[in-house]
């Protein structure tokens, strides 16, 4: 340790000096003209384990210092408690926060780098020298050390090492716009960048152990009491000292004064000018090693575990010391007095980064209202820009502010019309793409049903568009079979010159298949005889007599190919009724050519029925096929019949209460019964318009209705499933509810039906629908049901009548919906993860439709694009030092830059505004213009937006209601809004959930709205969940447990 080293060499010394250094310390320490400044106490607290600490920094709220026992040791709470880390074979000797991670240097060289403070992280520094200090100027971060050692880095994880010699280096510091470096022998290095450094002659030859800037004056301290001061870092006065036998190992600044410490006897002596120094008063005689400033208070710390500290005054200074930009130049040299300022620069900057530097580093700073921890970027429009930088002395009321106007150069119009390249998502160009040739073609195959053409302009800013829509990036083109002509434009910055190229794209016809083969045929009840191939065109099956019909379903090799079952086309599967003993049932395939053929022959052998034999003799039982001999049981009909009742409906007869009166009263009926193991038992149940039936040879019992629409094609539809219960007696009762499969489609904020949407059905991509041989991804044809209004089953069709749409549908089938309309995102039920379950076969889930024997009805919502424009993009963000300051105000101004962002308006406005108070500089100036053009956001009569000025809750409600159609409201929830100007908007945004009021039952339209609340309110309106967002805080004042945590990381975030 160098205060170990120090102490050896100079002990005696010191021993004889003790006592007069004891007494001189309650007096103070003078400087020229006898001047003395009242001395600061501190409090002395020893750490655990009173192990010698080597020094000591501040950064980002905390405190860190290293002890020679390998540790490094934090306190967040103002250095009032400490924690201990272990560092194994590490000796720390000093520290920098750089604003976002800690970089340690130490012995032997090494580096150490944490985000947290709690896991370390070694970096090589390509050297073995004792490192004893490191600075950072916010983008170089320096270390120096023994024998000449300098290391410079970007980051703290690479570093590059620059020889100053073989001196060895004590400290380093930046400050003034350079880094200054101090070393034993007298010497000081500086240099503006970390790399090139130059020698600054000193009038002594002690070594110099620590140097501070601040207030514009470098310090520097010493052995035998050295001090030395400079205001520009190459020019150094010695100052006198009073005690040259101390040795001050460590100087800081901070709440407008200097503090060092000594290195034998636990001195403290304090200067706010460099010049003439007190004694402090720190009641510890351990010696002291490091001195640090940070969060108004100073921390010493030295030999035991002793650490002392003591609150710093605060300042009244609000000058700065610099003001840098990182193009253009001031016009006059910056002077702290000089606070207007002008620079101009070319047209191809577009953002310049502005670095204040206060006097006092414990003042702060904000550039255009962001707070300024270093450099500051400020986008730039054209012409004038004017930035504002305000500087806020310690104290906390002192203020003063610096102007600077940018003039940003306008930019010439350029008339290049030309295009560098033109590529296709399909098919080659016929030629190399050229500027100068404007006509090109190319092939596709048949499958290639549209094609994506990508044009790249030679000018950024000229526009192009393709067969007249605008090509941001590609643009898809559907194609025709054959000859395709398109057309790309482009239209040069100038707005007048224009080029065309012609492209035009032949699409090949479709060759026509041959193909006429089956890979699969099924039967609903029985099993082939032999496996299915498609070379065996000859099979059979055997079933019971209860089968009274099966369902044949043939799948083509070919979806383009046709299929007939007994001469019925089959687009699924086709009944087939079975008369007792041989059925023979013939499946033709046709290939799409429409000549080639081949016949599957199926011999179905029906059994025979079997008779129950007679009871004995003089016994007396039941006429049926079960009893018990000897008792007399109670007869039933072999043949029992009923009615279905519909559940709402009445007793009566006729179409008011048809089953299907919502699907058509002439639509036939079927039905199967299975008993509840499940076993097909009687097939093909016909029912009457009067929803009577006859069945066949039925036990009384419960069994399982599944009720099907017959089709005019023949074809099954999915309709009901009920519980048939069959009397002794013979009679047979039902009851269900009535078929209906229309759902209703709404606006997902109004919650209003939407008429006009169009709906398309597809089959879904499952292993159910592909051992159906349904094509996924393709439309699904459905059977015209003449009597179904309105849409007549048709595929697609349009919601009407309130948002209505249905579709009879086949059973044991994957579907899914995609719904569009101009003014809202098209919804796609494959990305609609509800989980329901209608019947007890059907259901919706993971987005996908299943269709068992139950037709399933589903309404849903869509989202209006005037919120979905923004996508999953943040439209709210954070500050610069991490935070998110949820409860701080919205203004006006920063309304309209979400709403900006929210909307992605992009029209003609946005380069100016009608209102006074907002100048072309302005930084909401474009979002500020497109609420004005779009009559969302408007000013006072008096010709001002008034930008700065807190938005309200009653102003929200009324932005939001100029966006949406909400409906009218009845009755008022709230008791303070009978008088409020935005009473109906208000109304209107608390009906549709959008808003809600405080538990008094009020909702305080006055109000101002804060950014938490913001980010809640404007999520609802686009939809946006926080369910998903991370775990991990991303601000550092929204913990997880904040009431809107979600909210606001779901809006500063990309989800």
Known sequence: MRLHRLRRKFKNVFNALLVFMMIFASVGWFGPDNLVFAASTWTVQTLEGQNDINGVSYGGGNWLAFDLANNLISSSDGAQTWQFQPLPDFVGRSAVYTGSKWIVVGDQGQIYTSEDMNTWTPHPSNTTSTLYSVATNGSTIVAVGNDGTVLTSSDGTTWNLVSLGSTNLNAVVYGGSQFVVTGDSGNIFTSPDGTTWTSRTTSTSQSLYSVAYGNDLYVAVGGAGTILTSTDGMSWKPQASSNESSFLLSVAYGGGKFVAVDGNAGDIISSRDGISWNNETPTTTNALSGVAYGGGTFVAVGNAGTVASTPAASNSDANLSNLTLSQGTLNTPFSAGTTSYLATVDHSVTSVNVTPTTADSNASVTVNGTAATSGVSVPLNTESNTITVKVTAQDGTSTKTYTLTVTRAAAPLSNNADLTNLTLSQGTLNAPFSAGTTSYSATVDHSVTSVNVTPTTADSNASVTVNGTAATSGVSVPLNTGSNTITVKVTAQDGTSTKTYTLTVTRAAAPLSNNADLTNLTLSQGTLNAPFSAGTTSYSATVDHSVTSVNVTPTTADSNASVTVNGTAATSGVSVPLNTGSNTITVKVTAQDGTSTTTYTLSVTRSNPVIAPSGPSGSSGSSGSSGSSGSSGPSYSQNPSGTIQVLGGSTGTGTDHSLTQRIGPNVKLSADIYSTDGKLISPDIQIDGNRKFTLGNVQPGTYKMVLYVTA????????????????????????????????????????????????????????????????????????????????????????????????????EGDYYIIAEKDGYKTYDSRHDMRDVKQGDTSYIRNGIIHVGQTVVRMDFTMQSETFAAAGNKPYLSGYPDGTFRPDNRITRAELAAILSRILTYRGDAGTSTPYHDINSSYWALHAIAEMSDLKIMVGSPDGNFYPEQPVTRAELAAVIARLLPLPSAQGTPFTDVDGSWAKDSILKMANAGLVSGYGDGTFRPEQSLTRAEAAVIFNKLMGRSSQSVASTPKWSDVPTDFWAYGDILAASISL
């Open 712 to 811: 005019p094609t023949g074809e099954k539809l999915a309709g009901r499933t009920a519980t048939l219960t069959v009397n002794a007696s013979g009679s047979a009762s039902v009851q269900t509810d009535l078929i209906d499969p229309f759902g209703v489609v709404r606006d997902s904020i109004t919650h209003q039906p939407i008429d006009g949407i169009k709906l398309t059905l597809y089959w879904a991509d499952t292993d159910l629908n592909r051992s159906k041989g349904r094509t996924p991804g393709t439309q699904v044809v459905l059977p015209s049901l003449p009597d179904m209004a309105p849409n007549q089953n048709r595929n697609s069709q349009l919601t009407v009548d309130g948002g209505k749409y249905g579709w009879m549908v086949f059973p």
